[in-house]
Nanobody, 121 residues
Framework: QVQLVESGGGLVQAGGSLRLSCAASGSIISINTMGWYRQAPGQQREVVATTTSGGTINYEDSVKGRFTISRDNAKNTVYLQRNSLKPEDTAVYYC???????????????WGQGTQVTVSS
């Protein structure tokens, strides 16, 4: 069974920094894409940042220059360094992966349970 486990969420003051981590485990053959989404109360889930196996990185416009996504391929782990946090960054952050596992033997989406990030003013 593939699992994505997030860590690093919590409460932080506006202007502060926080780093999220997500480790993928299970019978993983290859990972095409890993990244982060977030969902604020009453809002739809939106993409924050993604990184592909080829090294392509994409950021949502509002986080460019403040957030940095990186990954450790050997550990199947993706990180999100978040600086200059704003109250509007408050949301549940979800780790995302598009990968191939032994069961099922096809590429598909996987999601973590989510970690709450609250930015106070």
């Amino acid at each position: 069974q593939v699992q994505l486990v997030e860590s690093g969420g919590g409460l932080v003051q506006a202007g502060g920094s926080l780093r999220l981590s997500c480790a993928a485990s299970g019978s993983i053959i290859s990972i095409n894409t890993m990244g982060w989404y977030r969902q604020a109360p009453g809002q739809q889930r939106e993409v924050v940042a993604t990184t592909t196996s080829g090294g392509t990185i994409n950021y949502e416009d509002s986080v460019k220059g403040r957030f940095t996504i990186s990954r450790d391929n050997a550990k199947n782990t993706v990180y999100l360094q978040r600086n200059s946090l704003k109250p509007e960054d408050t949301a549940v952050y979800y780790c995302y992966a598009y990968l191939v596992a032994l069961r099922p033997l096809r590429t598909q989406d996987y999601w973590g349970q989510g970690t709450q990030v609250t930015v106070s003013s």
